[in-house]
DNA sequence: ATAGGGGTAGTC
DNA sequence: GACTACCCCTAT
């Protein structure tokens, strides 16, 4: 239930993707308020994959976060929800805020007006905002105040520029700076700013952003390791983190980067940032700061290091802050040049690989901006110098390249994604579909599929084996929709409207470059809906074609990772039923080729022991035999035995596989031996040594012959005794016995024997025979005198009290005179016959 | 389990 | 062919 509860949750995050985003988000929160309500608290506690679904929809909340927001601001009642379903793990409720405030600062894409009105909104006091978020918060104020790669390059003179030191904190260089600025200037302070370059720290900064509480708590719910307070890697909620100087907390997921410091410092791409910056961002960057930074005033030093080196920036230098953010590649050897291919597999292997990482979306969103951004770094510098951080900070962008700022409102980027993204050129379609329908099955030979299976298949399968699907899908379905949304926010922020006269939406129709923005010779993606198009010299990595010489771009090429990967699954786990059925149906079928193999045994044995005794091997061809399954008779009582008749059966399926393997003729005689007591009794007179044949040692060592076979029914040894070939008179039908004389018929009574004479298997008692196969007759017996009388005698008592007459009961009391192979139908015919008319012959 | 009908194979 | 013993099946 609660499954089917995850998957309408996480159906529904596509959809606010691409649908009119306030719809969209109201559908979704609801289905979270929901699942929240459903979902006991207990329940959490119990079963880790509950919480691992629940610790998804935090995932999604915060991933879609930007959208969001404004409504997490309003939702007390899901805010306390979740703080007092997080409670467990630590302090109060109010901790869910600040792991939000985190967590929401660590975007760029959030405003840090929004983030502001988060800490107002929020049960919580500045003062109780850890080290890192505000730090986080102080390097968000930055690069809004500094803006991404902005226009101011080429204003101040590179030399008279200051670089701060990287080892400050984001926190004390924002003090540094609204000290010498003070924020009421803040607002026009935009060439002021420009005496100092902090971009090379900005983006030092941001490489090496700590993991924050919330995605570790996330890391923990997933690795389903129990989140205590005082646990190292889990939020412990220190609100003053002991961090290091990079704001990182010992055991940060998020490794440190510019492990040098003086290497990194050599960019000079600022040099260039002459363009003066919008009064407009300066004045909401400054507004924020005075709800943001204002607190801390009073702690300002005034002896703030400031690194009065002159540097250079450049785009080597970028890069190598970049590349050594810690990007889990699988198979990165093949892809390592690509920033987007780098992206893509980063996404498989971070959110696949990783099971159940439903979406390190937001992450992802930084990662394949910064790659991107490298990428351009690397092979064209050349390029506006802001299209570095277009692919860092989309909002950004789009408040930079088309003059507006975007409403606080984050919804407002959404619609700009949807509107510039996949559903550009299929806007009436449902943009899955480019990732759901009509992929061209291309073999992916390099990290996509096989390292995605390799990193999923170990637990996955074995999960899958256990839960099957809903969470696996929505899981998938995540992950698809943070593609798609990378894809979204990559196309918009790649679009130039400047450079496109004939607005967004002819964009792609004229086939410009999403890097270069320039038209020429361009690959076109093959998806269905997708409007990536690109030179092949902008991908950065090698293009990827189909069988059919298609081209399909990185994105796409993880969609259909994912897809083919999702219907690898289905298959896997469609053949397994499969195999289960059919090795259920083997089951069964063996069964019934056991019985079939038996009889079927029992009628060649009968006629190789006719083939046998008619060339006289053993010396009786005068005998007409005829082999008959013996039923074996446990105790006094007859009832036992259908009981114990199958154990002998199972025997003889033994005996009979292995005689027909090997054809050994002996063996036939002496699987024959264990069914027909004919040639037992034929055999023992040439070979009177019965004993040398058990079941123990059923492969035959001995190859004589067996007059008295014992077989093991009910853990007890039952001697079949054989009778010789009748010779005697009817009165004493069974008289003779085996040779040494051990049992008597009349003493069969008191031990577990043998019938006097083979009865074969009753046709009712082998239905599972298939197709049926005609049972061999008994030996017929002529019934004795004293039978008839004890038989009548019976039958006259028990029809003077009226009713059925017990046949079982006249079998068992006249087991010392009736035959041992009678049957209570036995009587009952034989009585139908006596009342017919005289006795039998 | 029993009753009863009907059938079959073996024997004479 | 008659008889008998055994067998199969169905109904209760």
Redesign the pocket.
Known sequence: MLQLFFAVAFSAVPLTLYVPPVRSLNLFVQTVEDILRQTALYTLRAYPRIRLGLSRIFHSIFHLSRYIVCWLLNSSTLMDEIGRMLGMFSSGPSLPWLWIIEYLSSFRQIDTSIIRGLIEAAPVLPDDLGKNTREMIALRCLEELFGPTNGLRDVAPPDSRVVFDLAASCEDVLKHIVQEVSLSNLRKAGPELLRWDVHPFIMHKRASLPKCALEQLKDSILEETPVLDGDENTPTWRLDDSDDENGNREGNLIPQTHKDDNEVLQDGLLERNLIPIKRCKSDLVAGNLVGLVSCNQDGMHNDFPVNAKKFKQDATCTIQSVEKIPIPLHGVEQLDESGKIIKVTEIEGNNLGKDSQAGEGDEDVFVVSRTLGQSDAVGHVELQDNEMENAQNADIMGEQKYGYRPSKNVMMDESNHVENGALEKSPGGDASENFDQGFPLYSLNSTSAVGLQQNIEPDEAKADMEHPCAEKMCEYVDERFNIALNKSLFLSSQCIPSQDPLGKSGWTEQKFCVKCNKNGQVLVCSSSGCPLVVHESCLGSPARFDDKGNFYCPFCVCSVSITKYLEAKDKTSLARKELDAFLEHCSKKLTEQQWKLQSHLRLNVDEDLVGIQMNGHLGESKH?F?S?KREVKCGPSA?CL?GNKLCVEEKFVGGAVRVQGEKNEEQEKLVHGQQSMREHEHQQDQLPDNRKYSDDNPAGENTKTILENQVEVGGKNVKEAVQPQITNPPQKPVCAFNGDGEESPTAANDKFIVSS?S??????ET?CTFP?I??????????TKNE?EMLRREVEK?ASHG?????????DMGTSVF?S??????L???W???C??????
């Open positions: 007409k005829i008959q009832s259908d004479y009865i074969r298997l009753r046709k009712r239905k049926p005609p049972q061999l007759r008994r030996k017929k017996l002529p019934w008839e028990y009713g059925t007459v017990p046949w079982k009961k006249i079998l035959l192979g009678r049957t209570t139908v036995d009952k015919d034989k139908r016959n006596m017919k008319g005289g006795p039998s012959m």
